[in-house]
């Protein structure tokens, strides 16, 4: 990645703090709790940018507009929510589980 292609990334990065912050408190403390979830188990392409990050924001702010709480958009289990959002794509639990898969097929046949 060049120079340039970093400094515009912390800049988008930056953008989407500030409209996080903008939003209300529940809002911010759940969208915390997504991101560090998908971040743990979520899908390979989170690392090609903030796209997700940005569509969930994105939902969270029409939620906000609306006057709805963030329970009301995400519903109660907000784990369930995050897999829902994630479930058609290679996560990097299904590598780790792969791997597994492998390596015991291979030892088994020594």
Not at 6 to 21: D, L, N
Request: glycine letters at 10%; aromatic letters at 10%; charged letters at 30%.
């Amino acid at each position: 990645m060049s120079i340039r292609g970093i400094i515009e990334g912390k800049k988008e990065w930056r953008a989407h703090v500030a409209r996080v912050k903008a939003l209300p408190q529940d809002y911010q403390i759940v969208y915390k709790e997504i991101q560090k979830y998908l971040i743990k188990i979520g899908p390979v392409e989170l690392n090609e940018g903030i796209g997700l990050f940005s569509e969930i924001l994105s939902f969270f702010e029409e939620g906000a507009a609306a006057g709805k709480g963030v329970l009301e958009v995400t519903g109660t289990d907000v784990a369930s929510f995050c897999d829902a959002l994630i479930e058609d794509s290679v996560t990097y639990a299904d590598g780790y589980q792969e791997s597994a898969h492998q390596k015991v097929d291979k030892d088994m046949k020594k």
